[in-house]
């Protein structure tokens, strides 16, 4: 799983890369209008991807879920 976002200075793109493999949990926080989906990894790192909608979100984890 890849996940790309824009950095704080706008100049270039942050990448955080977890390989299925290496993936223990996927978690969706919902929250008022949409949903959060957090990726956990077998060590510390994780994912937060934000601003889903919740049929997004659950379609997200589906997926990754198929494949670990």
Known sequence: VTYKK???????????TIPFS???SVEIDRKVINADI????????KIVAENFTVGSAKQAKKEIESKI
């Open 6 to 16: 824009r950095n704080k200075h706008l100049i270039g793109v942050d990448e955080v």
């Open 22 to 24: 290496r993936i223990s």
């Open 38 to 45: 957090i990726v956990h990894s077998t060590g510390s790192q």
